[in-house]
């Protein structure tokens, strides 16, 4: 036991890499500023700020999400790195803040070019936008993004310190079970919480009511499992990452399969939402309806969308499918990055063909990789971060030795 | 299919047996089957068993099933009776994938259900014999082939040694034979002295 690495130290060029590619986020923002912010409310530099901070949000919580998840279903396989997933939802706090300050900009900035709602004048005279002045208006609106921002990240630091508090003392098998149930309580309010944002209202607020006329119910779910195999693919590059540099000893074939099998599961549940959608609309064939795929299957953005269903279902269907690809390291690692990016195109998707921002034309160039290296890096750095703060086992939870000796 | 002899062990302990079965194997007698009363992770890797080929089977049936539907829809929409529905195109993917998914599913669960049921030896009307029955409800039983190398007494002997709780002598058919649980009156040498 005495060869296990208890401290994760942060590479220098870590570090530099981290810091780098924050300062390319922060150079594209002033850029793009520059390029961008002036003209027609600024709606390209704030679509982009949009997409980038709401998908890297929902998706640092996602990992919040596949630790809740995996505790509620008494999962031990999780607790090898359990603290990798901990550091990674650390960042739903920094990224949650920027979100929300990007929102607030674009609420009391008055930006109709992003949100339709804002405009009042076209409300007054539009009757489908006047029946939801209720739902899509700005006090509802804030305040329900200040709930979501702050009870994940409050629900998140709570679970995150509920596995810390343990650090130091080794539990009898009476206080591991009240400690497990203690777990449960918190993970499940976590989930619950979860299910009201993240799988319903959330995603309506912040990306559906870019077309505010049309609505889907299936988008909530869509997002969620978008973000879902995103987060996973996340988890497993760090978990590779600090396997590589010499850290979590415990971590073996076993649990980057299992890791494989959340992504690969969860592109096919990706696929099957996304063509639920897509089918019924279709099939109805409602103009009121179609008209969000219009830009998107029959538009300048066809490209896009077919490219991203080649990303996000054709390729894990067929690259995940063998169990001896989801145990190579090499393969996985290739898989995450391209799932990360796949799923960061379908919300680029989700946001630019709506009809006041961007329907006629593709506006994807290096401004908006830059956004998106700069929470790359802002990830990055918070998760070596926090990391190295706390012991990289929860060598008292009672389930860890489930992990060490897990086998698929 | 053919009548073999075994040296039956049972075991009350999955801690004793993973031991065990590594400690028979390095022996070099040849392990028939274990037999537990619920899967158990590991098992297979610990018996040395190569991965099932089930999966490719069920890939296999999954494929089958596709092209059953694709080639079944594509000819009655298009050749034997082309009905205009809601002015959709004759050939239209999008509203095909719903069956094909549901016959890509149905092929590959009920072939690999059935192709599970003949490798396992299982059908109704189908017997088998059980070494020990209480390897259904809480004993672990490893059953040990007796070839003319090995010898019976020396087996017992080791599996004892091992930490078997009871162990037997048995003559048994091992494949599967038309016949019934509770009517069959197959004859079958069952010497079934316990010793410990």
Redesign the interface.
């Known amino acids: 036991m005495s060869s296990i690495k208890e401290h994760f130290v942060t590479p220098v060029r870590y570090k530099q890499w981290s810091i780098g590619l924050m300062a390319v986020g922060v150079l594209s923002l002033i850029i793009g500023f520059i390029m961008y912010g002036g003209h027609d409310q600024g709606v390209r530099f704030w679509a982009a700020l949009l997409q980038n901070s709401v998908y890297f949000l929902l998706l640092v919580n996602a990992v919040m999400f596949f630790i809740a998840a995996v505790s509620l279903a008494m999962g031990g396989f999780q607790m090898t790195f359990r603290r990798v997933s901990e550091a990674i939802a650390a960042s739903v706090i920094p990224i949650g803040f920027i979100t929300f300050v990007i929102l607030l900009c674009i609420v009391f900035g008055g930006k109709t070019a992003i949100y339709e709602w804002l405009d009042r004048d076209a409300v007054a005279k539009d009757p489908a936008l006047n029946g939801k002045k209720g739902f899509l208006s700005v006090p509802f609106f804030m305040i329900w993004t200040v709930l979501t921002i702050f009870l994940w990240s409050f629900l998140g630091w709570k679970i995150r310190q509920l596995s810390r508090s343990i650090d130091d003392t080794p539990l009898t098998v009476a206080e591991g079970k009240k400690y497990i149930f203690k777990n449960t309580v918190w993970t499940a309010l976590y989930i619950v919480w979860f299910g009201l944002t993240v799988a319903s209202v959330t995603p309506w607020l912040w990306l559906m009511s870019l077309n505010a006329h049309w609505f889907s119910t299936m988008y909530s779910w869509y997002t969620f499992a978008s973000t879902f195999v995103s987060g996973c693919a996340l988890l497993t590059i760090f978990v590779i990452y600090f396997k590589n540099q010499g850290y979590l000893e415990y971590v073996n074939e076993e649990h980057l399969h299992d890791l494989g099998k959340f992504m690969f599961a969860f592109s096919i549940f990706w696929t099957y939402i996304w ?1 639920d959608q ?2 019924l609309i ?2 109805a ?1 409602i103009s009121e309806e179609t008209v969000y795929f219009k830009p998107r299957l029959d538009g300048a953005y066809v490209g896009v969308f077919y490219l991203n269903l080649i990303i996000n279902f054709i390729c894990p269907l067929l690259i995940f ?1 063998k ?1 001896s690809s989801k145990r190579n390291w090499g393969t996985v690692t290739f898989m995450s990055v391209l799932l990360i990016f796949g799923h960061w195109l379908d919300f680029f998707q989700m946001v630019f063909p709506s009809p006041r921002i961007s329907p006629d034309r593709v506006p994807l160039n290096l401004f908006d990789f830059g956004i998106a290296l700069g929470f790359v890096g802002l990830i990055m750095w918070q998760t070596a971060r926090v990391l190295s703060k706390y012991p990289l086992l929860a060598k008292n939870h009672p389930f860890l030795k489930e992990s060490i000796i897990h ?2 | 299919m053919a009548v073999k002899k075994f040296v039956v062990g049972v075991f009350t302990d999955e801690a004793v047996l993973f031991p065990a079965i590594g400690k028979v194997r390095s022996a070099g007698y040849k392990i028939h089957e274990v037999y537990t009363p619920m899967p158990i992770h590991g098992m297979d890797h610990a018996l040395g068993l190569r991965d099932t080929s089930l999966h490719t089977a069920g890939f296999i049936y999954g494929i089958t099933g596709t092209t059953t539907a694709l080639t079944g829809i594509g000819w009655v929409f298009n050749i034997d009776w082309p009905v205009n529905i809601g002015g959709k195109s004759h050939f239209d993917l999008a509203a095909w994938i719903p069956i094909t998914f549901e016959l890509t599913v149905l092929f590959s669960a009920v072939g690999m259900f059935l192709t599970f049921l003949f490798l396992n030896q299982m059908a109704p009307f189908v017997r088998k014999h059980h070494f020990n029955l209480r390897s259904t409800d809480d004993q672990f039983t490893m059953v040990i082939e007796l070839t003319e190398k090995s010898n019976a007494e020396e087996i017992k002997a080791f599996l004892t040694n091992v930490g078997a709780v009871g162990i037997n002598l048995q003559e048994a058919e091992t494949g599967w034979w038309i016949g019934r649980y509770d009517t069959d009156k197959t004859p079958l040498k069952h010497k079934g002295e316990l010793l410990a």
Do not use: V
């Open positions: 063509f897509f089918m279709w099939y064939n499918m169990r086998h698929t």
